[in-house]
Protein backbone atom coordinates (compact mmCIF):
# COMPACT_ATOMS: atom_id res chain seq x y z
CA UNK A 1 0.00 0.00 0.00
CA UNK A 2 1.26 4.00 -0.64
CA UNK A 3 3.15 5.41 2.45
CA UNK A 4 0.73 8.21 3.77
CA UNK A 5 2.91 11.25 3.16
CA UNK A 6 3.39 13.72 5.44
CA UNK A 7 4.89 17.04 4.39
CA UNK A 8 6.19 18.04 7.51
CA UNK A 9 7.68 15.21 8.10
CA UNK A 10 9.00 14.26 4.68
CA UNK A 11 10.52 17.97 4.64
CA UNK A 12 11.20 18.54 7.64
CA UNK A 13 13.25 21.90 7.33
CA UNK A 14 16.24 21.95 9.38
CA UNK A 15 16.76 17.93 8.45
CA UNK A 16 16.51 18.63 5.09
CA UNK A 17 19.01 21.56 4.42
CA UNK A 18 21.06 19.76 6.47
CA UNK A 19 21.85 16.95 4.93
CA UNK A 20 21.07 18.22 1.50
CA UNK A 21 23.46 21.19 1.55
CA UNK A 22 26.10 19.78 -0.18
CA UNK A 23 23.36 18.39 -3.01
CA UNK A 24 21.51 21.79 -3.57
CA UNK A 25 24.54 23.88 -4.47
CA UNK A 26 24.78 27.58 -5.59
CA UNK A 27 26.58 25.92 -8.50
CA UNK A 28 24.09 23.63 -9.45
CA UNK A 29 21.00 25.92 -9.02
CA UNK A 30 22.73 28.35 -11.23
CA UNK A 31 23.00 25.68 -14.01
CA UNK A 32 19.16 24.80 -13.39
CA UNK A 33 18.07 28.31 -13.50
CA UNK A 34 20.61 28.95 -17.42
CA UNK A 35 18.71 25.60 -18.63
CA UNK A 36 15.54 26.86 -17.90
CA UNK A 37 15.79 30.36 -19.80
CA UNK A 38 17.34 28.82 -22.60
CA UNK A 39 14.62 25.85 -22.88
CA UNK A 40 11.60 28.11 -22.05
CA UNK A 41 12.97 30.72 -24.27
CA UNK A 42 12.76 33.30 -21.07
CA UNK A 43 14.91 36.25 -23.34
CA UNK A 44 12.19 38.95 -21.44
CA UNK A 45 9.71 38.55 -18.41
CA UNK A 46 7.33 36.40 -18.24
CA UNK A 47 4.50 35.38 -15.37
CA UNK A 48 6.19 32.10 -13.84
CA UNK A 49 4.24 30.08 -11.26
CA UNK A 50 6.89 28.30 -9.08
CA UNK A 51 4.53 25.35 -7.68
CA UNK A 52 6.68 23.26 -4.72
CA UNK A 53 8.95 25.93 -5.21
CA UNK A 54 10.82 25.02 -1.59
CA UNK A 55 13.29 27.89 -0.39
CA UNK A 56 13.10 29.85 -3.34
CA UNK A 57 16.59 28.78 -5.07
CA UNK A 58 15.42 28.45 -8.11
CA UNK A 59 12.14 31.37 -7.69
CA UNK A 60 14.72 34.15 -6.39
CA UNK A 61 16.98 33.85 -9.35
CA UNK A 62 14.41 33.93 -11.69
CA UNK A 63 12.64 36.60 -10.32
CA UNK A 64 16.44 38.43 -10.13
CA UNK A 65 16.21 38.00 -14.09
CA UNK A 66 12.89 40.15 -13.97
CA UNK A 67 10.00 37.62 -14.34
CA UNK A 68 7.23 37.96 -12.28
CA UNK A 69 7.41 35.15 -10.17
CA UNK A 70 5.05 33.35 -7.91
CA UNK A 71 6.12 30.88 -5.63
CA UNK A 72 3.80 27.89 -3.91
CA UNK A 73 4.73 25.55 -1.24
CA UNK A 74 3.16 23.90 1.52
CA UNK A 75 6.00 24.03 4.14
CA UNK A 76 5.65 27.22 5.95
CA UNK A 77 9.81 26.60 6.98
CA UNK A 78 10.96 26.91 3.43
CA UNK A 79 8.40 30.10 2.65
CA UNK A 80 10.13 31.74 5.20
CA UNK A 81 13.87 31.16 3.89
CA UNK A 82 12.66 32.04 0.42
CA UNK A 83 10.69 35.18 1.75
CA UNK A 84 14.33 36.15 3.59
CA UNK A 85 16.42 35.12 0.49
CA UNK A 86 13.86 37.06 -1.19
CA UNK A 87 15.01 40.13 0.69
CA UNK A 88 18.39 39.94 0.39
CA UNK A 89 18.73 39.86 -3.13
CA UNK A 90 16.08 42.48 -3.67
CA UNK A 91 13.62 40.85 -5.38
CA UNK A 92 10.11 41.38 -5.23
CA UNK A 93 8.45 37.56 -4.95
CA UNK A 94 4.73 36.36 -4.31
CA UNK A 95 4.94 33.66 -1.74
CA UNK A 96 2.33 31.72 -1.02
CA UNK A 97 1.55 28.42 1.40
CA UNK A 98 -0.75 26.24 -0.35
CA UNK A 99 -1.53 22.46 -1.47
CA UNK A 100 -0.79 22.04 -5.26
CA UNK A 101 -3.24 19.60 -5.41
CA UNK A 102 -6.11 22.90 -4.59
CA UNK A 103 -4.19 25.66 -6.57
CA UNK A 104 -6.81 27.89 -8.15
CA UNK A 105 -5.28 29.90 -10.50
CA UNK A 106 -6.98 30.68 -13.78
CA UNK A 107 -5.09 31.53 -16.67
CA UNK A 108 -2.69 33.78 -15.24
CA UNK A 109 1.28 32.52 -16.03
CA UNK A 110 3.24 31.90 -19.26
CA UNK A 111 4.97 29.41 -17.41
CA UNK A 112 4.38 26.79 -14.54
CA UNK A 113 7.77 25.11 -12.94
CA UNK A 114 7.42 21.72 -10.53
CA UNK A 115 11.57 21.16 -9.73
CA UNK A 116 13.74 18.58 -7.87
CA UNK A 117 11.47 16.03 -8.55
CA UNK A 118 8.12 17.65 -7.04
CA UNK A 119 6.01 15.73 -8.77
CA UNK A 120 4.24 12.23 -8.03
CA UNK A 121 3.97 12.14 -4.61
CA UNK A 122 0.35 11.47 -4.51
CA UNK A 123 -1.91 8.76 -5.86
CA UNK A 124 -2.32 8.54 -9.63
CA UNK A 125 -5.37 10.86 -9.41
CA UNK A 126 -3.92 13.31 -7.66
CA UNK A 127 -0.98 13.51 -9.43
CA UNK A 128 -3.23 13.95 -12.62
CA UNK A 129 -5.31 16.31 -10.44
CA UNK A 130 -2.25 18.23 -10.05
CA UNK A 131 -1.35 18.39 -13.94
CA UNK A 132 -4.54 19.65 -14.33
CA UNK A 133 -4.38 22.32 -11.78
CA UNK A 134 -0.88 23.69 -13.71
CA UNK A 135 -3.17 23.62 -16.77
CA UNK A 136 -5.94 25.97 -16.06
CA UNK A 137 -2.78 28.51 -14.51
CA UNK A 138 -1.21 28.66 -18.11
CA UNK A 139 -2.20 31.29 -20.65
CA UNK A 140 -2.80 29.51 -23.73
CA UNK A 141 0.01 28.55 -25.31
CA UNK A 142 1.88 28.89 -22.29
CA UNK A 143 4.63 25.91 -21.03
CA UNK A 144 5.15 23.37 -18.02
CA UNK A 145 8.20 21.93 -16.88
CA UNK A 146 9.26 19.64 -14.45
CA UNK A 147 11.96 17.20 -13.83
CA UNK A 148 11.56 13.78 -12.65
CA UNK A 149 13.39 10.30 -12.22
CA UNK A 150 13.27 8.02 -15.51
CA UNK A 151 11.30 4.73 -14.00
CA UNK A 152 12.56 2.99 -16.79
CA UNK A 153 16.59 3.44 -15.75
CA UNK A 154 15.76 4.19 -12.15
CA UNK A 155 15.06 -0.03 -12.27
CA UNK A 156 18.72 -0.66 -13.72
CA UNK A 157 20.23 1.22 -11.15
CA UNK A 158 18.45 0.61 -8.22
CA UNK A 159 20.10 -0.12 -4.77
CA UNK A 160 18.75 -1.49 -1.29
CA UNK A 161 19.92 1.77 0.49
CA UNK A 162 21.47 4.95 0.21
CA UNK A 163 23.57 6.60 2.99
CA UNK A 164 24.38 10.15 3.66
CA UNK A 165 26.85 10.21 6.76
CA UNK A 166 27.54 14.32 8.21
CA UNK A 167 29.49 15.16 11.09
CA UNK A 168 28.87 11.71 12.80
CA UNK A 169 24.84 12.22 11.65
CA UNK A 170 23.69 9.70 9.35
CA UNK A 171 19.98 9.73 6.84
CA UNK A 172 19.77 6.15 5.64
CA UNK A 173 17.30 5.62 2.19
CA UNK A 174 16.08 2.38 2.33
CA UNK A 175 14.50 1.65 -1.05
CA UNK A 176 12.37 -0.86 -2.89
CA UNK A 177 9.79 -0.68 -5.85
CA UNK A 178 6.45 -1.72 -6.42
CA UNK A 179 5.97 -2.89 -10.32
CA UNK A 180 2.10 -3.32 -9.87
CA UNK A 181 2.11 0.41 -8.47
CA UNK A 182 5.30 2.05 -10.28
CA UNK A 183 5.71 3.69 -7.18
CA UNK A 184 9.70 3.78 -5.02
CA UNK A 185 8.97 3.47 -1.28
CA UNK A 186 11.91 5.04 0.69
CA UNK A 187 12.04 3.96 4.50
CA UNK A 188 14.25 6.93 5.03
CA UNK A 189 15.29 7.28 8.98
CA UNK A 190 17.92 10.25 10.08
CA UNK A 191 19.88 9.53 12.87
CA UNK A 192 20.60 13.16 14.20
CA UNK A 193 22.03 13.88 17.71
CA UNK A 194 21.40 10.97 18.75
CA UNK A 195 17.56 11.39 17.70
CA UNK A 196 15.83 8.73 15.64
CA UNK A 197 13.15 10.08 12.99
CA UNK A 198 11.44 7.83 10.38
CA UNK A 199 10.75 9.92 7.51
CA UNK A 200 9.00 7.64 5.09
CA UNK A 201 7.23 8.10 1.85
CA UNK A 202 6.51 7.14 -1.93
CA UNK A 203 6.89 8.34 -5.35
CA UNK A 204 5.17 7.58 -8.36
CA UNK A 205 7.37 7.23 -10.99
CA UNK A 206 6.63 7.20 -14.71
CA UNK A 207 7.99 5.98 -18.35
CA UNK A 208 8.00 8.55 -21.30
CA UNK A 209 4.93 6.96 -22.82
CA UNK A 210 3.33 7.20 -19.46
CA UNK A 211 3.77 11.20 -19.00
CA UNK A 212 3.00 11.64 -22.45
CA UNK A 213 -0.71 9.95 -21.75
CA UNK A 214 -0.70 11.73 -18.49
CA UNK A 215 0.12 14.97 -19.75
CA UNK A 216 -3.06 14.58 -22.72
CA UNK A 217 -5.40 13.41 -19.50
CA UNK A 218 -4.84 16.79 -18.28
CA UNK A 219 -5.17 18.70 -21.69
CA UNK A 220 -1.34 19.23 -22.06
CA UNK A 221 0.42 18.45 -25.12
CA UNK A 222 4.13 17.20 -24.81
CA UNK A 223 6.67 19.46 -26.57
CA UNK A 224 9.79 17.69 -25.45
CA UNK A 225 11.52 14.62 -23.24
CA UNK A 226 14.87 15.42 -22.59
CA UNK A 227 17.53 13.67 -20.58
CA UNK A 228 19.08 16.08 -18.36
CA UNK A 229 18.99 19.78 -17.87
CA UNK A 230 22.30 20.09 -19.95
CA UNK A 231 19.01 19.35 -23.25
CA UNK A 232 20.61 15.87 -24.11
CA UNK A 233 18.45 13.74 -25.85
CA UNK A 234 16.47 11.37 -24.12
CA UNK A 235 17.96 8.10 -24.45
CA UNK A 236 17.67 4.29 -22.83
CA UNK A 237 19.91 5.29 -20.44
CA UNK A 238 18.54 8.79 -19.46
CA UNK A 239 18.75 8.34 -15.61
CA UNK A 240 16.25 11.88 -15.28
CA UNK A 241 13.75 13.14 -17.52
CA UNK A 242 12.66 16.64 -17.94
CA UNK A 243 10.00 17.35 -19.19
CA UNK A 244 8.28 20.09 -21.52
CA UNK A 245 4.57 20.44 -21.99
CA UNK A 246 2.05 23.39 -23.92
CA UNK A 247 -1.02 24.24 -23.54
CA UNK A 248 -2.80 24.22 -26.42
CA UNK A 249 -3.81 27.87 -27.74
Known amino acids: MMMEFVPPVV ?4 DYLYFYSEL ?22 KRIL ?15 LGHHMTGVDI ?50 EENLNVLINAGKALLPGGLL ?12 TLVPAYVVEKEGNVMIDRMSFDSLSGRSYNRRVVFRDGVRKDKPFSIRLYNP ?24 ELTSDSRRLVVIARKPA
Open 50 to 64: DLACGFGRHTNRLAA
Open 145 to 156: VFDAPNRDTFLK
Open 11 to 14: FEVD
Open 209 to 232: SEIQSLLAQAGLALEHIYGNWDAQ
Open 24 to 45: LTDERTDIEVSALVSLLGLDNP
Open 75 to 124: TPGFLEIARRDAIDKGVDVDYRQADMRSITFQAEFDCVLMLFTAFGYFSD
